[in-house]
């Protein structure tokens, strides 16, 4: 049973333009939601967060969006840079405050100059 | 700070054989997991620490998986004896307590990735 869902394996943008990745989840007792982007050889590093009492946080060219009635959110990148090139996994924490993650299988971004 | 280190990078061993899985967590870090990451599952959680004492288990695929944390700056994961199907890259990530969802949640290692043949 998987929590958090990321339904589209890979996404490919032109250079300058918005970088739109979604993620669905199924349990409303997430407090937190979190992206993290992922070189090749690399581990995961952490991008942006949002609680799940907000329904936007901005960092940057980077903005994640939670719509809690849809179970449902989304990290836009704009303007998008060949640097973005990267797998982006949605994460969510345990229920009840827990500090493990659950995550989705990723969104393989591709950035094109 | 050098980051959570995790040796060796690469193994490569055949089926049967036990193979043993270092992380060291960054220092001060009271929360250590080991996540699993594969083509198929994508990241899964397997265990996790809370000073040294495990919490959670129950992503830990079968009993030839095993995990111990001595000391706060030194956990193993082990697998006796090794399949195929264990092939994957192996993620070690430490934590601070009660930062899970501000600006410094999980700090992921480079991985180990697992080869059995």
């Known amino acids: 049973d998987q929590q958090v869902k990321q339904n589209s394996p890979s996404l490919s943008v032109q250079e300058g333009r918005i970088s739109i990745l979604n993620c669905d989840y199924t349990?409303?007792?997430?407090?937190?939601f979190l992206w993290y982007k992922k070189y090749p050889a690399e581990g995961p590093t952490f991008l942006i967060s949002?609680?799940?009492?907000?329904d936007k946080n901005e960092d940057g060219r980077f903005t994640v969006f939670l719509n809690k009635s849809a179970k449902h959110l989304s990290l836009h990148i704009v303007p998008s840079q060949p640097g973005d090139s990267a797998v982006y996994f949605c994460?969510?924490?345990?229920?009840?405050?827990?500090?493990?993650?659950?995550f989705g299988k990723g969104t393989k971004l591709t950035v094109n100059p | 700070d050098a980051g959570v280190i995790q040796s060796p990078r690469h193994e490569v061993t055949e089926m049967g054989q036990e193979v043993t899985l270092r992380c060291k967590p960054i220092?001060?870090?009271?929360?250590l997991f080991w996540y699993r990451q594969t083509m198929m599952r994508g990241l899964e959680l397997l265990i996790y620490?809370?000073?040294?004492?495990?919490?959670?288990d129950s992503g830990m695929p079968e009993d030839r998986f095993s995990a111990k944390m001595p000391n706060a700056s030194f956990s193993t994961l082990k697998i006796q004896p090794s399949e195929p199907r264990d092939s994957a890259v192996y993620f070690c990530?430490?934590?601070?307590?009660?930062?899970?969802?501000?600006?410094?949640?999980?700090?992921f290692g480079n991985g180990t990735r697992l080869t059995v043949t």
């Open positions: 949002i609680s799940s009492i907000k």
């Open positions: 349990n409303s007792m997430f407090d937190y």
């Open positions: 220092s001060g870090h009271d929360y």
């Open positions: 994460a969510a924490n345990g229920q009840g405050g827990s500090e493990k993650l659950v």
């Open positions: 990530a430490s934590s601070f307590s009660g930062t899970v969802g501000g600006n410094s949640p999980l700090h």
């Open positions: 620490f809370n000073n040294n004492v495990p919490i959670d």
